[in-house]
């Protein structure tokens, strides 16, 4: 997405990765066919370094070694436990740390080294961009200052992703009937995405619902611990597992599905809790602060407690048997959506933030090195 509309725009962009395809589970395939992609790209310069991220000294170096010789007007690190935390330990300026979710909703309070990273990647970034003000109190917390945090949601192409996709054919492929009631998830299988509560509703769900059916996309570390729920709680044949599909066909399923779920158990801002309801679906999610950002409760949406199967059974059964009131919520985030949500002002703001860094480099500030902020955040 950032890599695209750069290039739109008639930049170079080039981009490290670490990426190691002999470490990759067969599971997480997503992301080695994303970088192949990547490197297809005209005007993209993919250094590609297959390491993996266990010797921190090299990895510094290999980045040293690559902004030496590109010189780049900005620097943008992602993630902060890993590549803001090697851009930062660069010392290379005008630097842009972007922030993802649980690179600093979890990471930094399970571990202090986790906390170290991510108040040095904090403190030594030019500007820090989060997707939510959940992401945004997170990093106060960790000491980073106010006026460096530009907070905006990585949001939806209301272009591909709204209520005119056709999906009744897709429907029909995935062996659903029209009388089906189908339910669709598409986080990935990682134990904050919440699946399992999901898949510990359907049970509860189907005493009221015979005709419900789910489909749950994506891939993860516990798909086949998900795989093996179903066949323990007896609903195997009620939920179809497609594995990761084309970002391209997302709008598709969507529209091939009546009722949109996320069990998540932490959030910033998410994607494709937009994009459902750019779609026009009923949402429900759990009842978490980047979800309340997004879900007015019985207005555009419906919350749910996390961990809770019951809850998320409750509130399907609510919507099946009241499509007027699913169908007004629908309406109403979809509003939310077109008001709030178009891709292209977030990756307007976002071309702003490198805009303004650049603008820091020609002043030419002091810059503190990577000692100087270690002894400061300790």
């Known amino acids: 997405m950032f890599v695209n509309y750069l290039l739109e725009r008639g930049n170079e962009v080039h981009v490290f990765t670490l990426l190691n395809e002999l470490a990759y589970e067969k599971s997480q395939h997503f992301h080695l066919e994303q970088s192949a992609k990547l490197s297809s790209l005209p005007r993209v310069i993919v250094h590609k370094k297959s390491y993996g991220h266990r010797n921190l ?51 930094p309070w ?47 192409d209301l272009n591909k992703f709204n209520p005119s996709v056709y999906g009744k054919e897709l429907r029909k492929e995935l062996g659903f009937v029209d009388k089906d009631f189908v339910v669709i998830c598409s986080r990935d299988h ?90 026009e679906k009923p949402v429900i999610a ?19 407690r996390p961990k809770s199967p019951e809850a998320i059974a409750d509130r399907l059964v609510t919507l099946e048997l009241n499509p007027n009131l699913a169908a007004a919520y629908a309406k109403d985030a979809l509003d939310t959506a077109r008001k709030k949500a178009d891709l292209r002002m977030s990756l307007q703001r976002y071309e702003d933030v490198l805009m303004a860094a650049l603008v820091k480099r020609v002043a030419k500030p002091a810059y503190m090195t990577p000692l100087e902020l270690l002894r400061g955040i300790s």
């Not at 690559?66 to 992602?78: A, F, Q, S, T």
């Not at 030019?126 to 949001?155: H, M, N, R």
């Not at 179809?240 to 959030?267: C, E, I, K, Q």
């Not at 759990?286 to 749910?304: H, Y």
């Open 190 to 279: 990682e134990m904050r995405y919440g699946l399992e509560y999901l898949i510990r509703a359907v049970p509860y769900v189907l005493t009221r619902i015979p005709n419900a059916k789910f489909l749950v996309l994506g891939e993860g570390r516990l798909t086949q611990d998900l795989h093996r729920l179903t066949e323990a709680l007896g609903v195997a044949r009620f939920v179809r597992f497609t594995g990761n599909v084309p970002h391209l066909m997302m709008p598709t399923y969507l529209s091939a599905s009546d009722v949109y779920v996320s069990p998540s158990l932490s959030d910033g801002t998410s994607s494709s809790l937009l994009e459902a309801m750019a779609c």
């Open 110 to 156: 399970e571990s202090k080294v986790g906390r170290i990273r991510a108040k040095f990647c904090l403190a030594s970034a030019d500007y820090v961009i989060v997707d939510s003000q959940i992401q945004k109190k997170a990093a106060l917390a960790l000491g980073c200052t106010p006026q460096k945090i530009e907070s905006f949601p990585w949001c939806v």
């Open 286 to 304: 759990t009842d978490i602060p980047g979800n309340r950002e997004w879900i007015c409760e019985e207005r555009n949406g419906l919350l749910v």
């Open 57 to 107: 000294p090299l990895i510094v170096a290999l980045l040293r070694d690559i902004l030496r010789r590109v010189k780049p007007e900005v620097l943008v690190g992602n993630y902060l436990q890993s590549y803001a935390f090697y851009s930062a330990l660069s010392a290379y300026h005008p630097y842009v740390a972007v922030v993802w979710g649980s690179d600093i909703l979890l990471r």
